[in-house]
């Protein structure tokens, strides 16, 4: 599998497929504890873990949600905001770097062609990471790290996959909600945290993620291609099925890496 290609995350309300291209875009994915975030993400993970072009950067504050990715992920940070602070530093050398490749090659941005990995990195809890541990200018400087990854990564094949289950204004502000183009609202508390995730209006013109039903989990509102909020069901992986993809993924990834070390001590 390829990162270029669109990725399955679950069943409109006709029981359609719903595909989404994740490459050059970035996903924000919100709503209230239990409403199918994580799921969500998991699902993001692990279609990036089986593609050969994406290395996994997870920073999962709970440790648990994203932790069965671990042996797959390139780097993988738990409750440590520093350890967060610096592999987003890491990462913002990378994508300057690429920025720098681009330059010279007189380009826009990274095509499948040019065999240089992409990278997802996925975020949970956003509000743990820059507004819970830490001090307040370790907390801006997360989350100015993230912004900014979020705004210039894309053309460099980073992509931002970011969950919060507190869906306000200070977590999200409005500068940060439109540098993700893709948008998955869960259930809500109420109408202004759901227009928070999607984007202020939307609510009032009767697309608010509070009307879902709290019992419907994984349910929730995206904003994604067509350009207006759709009603959505999340594909759900049992832990058991992440154990087995993850497992398969760790494999597949080690064996790519041995391939290379072969390779390269034969060239
Ligand atoms: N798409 C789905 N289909 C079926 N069940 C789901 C789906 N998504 C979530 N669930 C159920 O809801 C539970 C909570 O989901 P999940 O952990 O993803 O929520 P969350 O929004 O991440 O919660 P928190 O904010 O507390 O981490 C899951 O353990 C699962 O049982």
């Not at 390139?74 to 520093?82: A, E, Q, R, T």
């Not at 207006?228 to 993924?249: C, E, F, L």
């Amino acid at each position: 599998m390829s990162i270029f290609d669109p990725l399955f995350i679950g069943i409109d309300e006709f029981g359609h497929a719903v595909n989404l291209s994740l490459i050059y875009r970035n996903i924000l994915i919100g709503g209230e504890p239990g409403a199918g975030k994580s799921s969500l993400l998991n699902t993001v993970v692990g279609h990036a873990a089986l593609c050969y072009d994406t290395d996994l950067v997870l920073i999962d504050g709970k440790q648990v949600e994203l932790g069965l990715w671990r042996d797959c992920a390139d780097v993988f940070v738990g409750p440590n905001l520093d350890h967060a602070i610096d592999t987003l530093e890491r990462l913002q050398a990378v994508m300057d770097n690429r920025y720098t490749f681009l330059l010279d090659h007189r380009r826009q941005k990274i095509e499948k062609a040019d065999d240089i990995r992409c990278i997802l990195l996925a975020i949970d809890e956003l509000a743990y990471f820059s507004a819970t541990v830490g001090t307040e200018t370790e907390q801006k400087y997360f989350s100015a790290l993230n912004r900014d990854i979020a705004a210039r990564g894309r053309a460099v094949g980073i992509i931002d996959a970011s969950a919060t289950q507190r869906p306000s204004s200070d977590i999200i502000p409005t500068s940060l909600r439109f540098l993700f183009g893709w948008r998955w609202a869960g259930r809500c508390v109420d109408d202004s945290s759901s227009d928070v995730v999607l984007g202020h209006g939307w609510a009032a013109k009767n697309f608010s993620a509070a009307r879902i039903d709290p019992n419907n989990r994984g349910e929730g509102l995206l904003l994604a291609h067509g350009g207006v909020p759709m009603s959505m069901k999340g594909a759900h992986m049992s832990n058991t099925d992440i154990i087995r993809v993850a497992d398969y993924a760790a494999c597949i990834r080690r064996g790519r890496a041995e391939l290379v070390a072969e390779m390269r001590a034969a060239a």
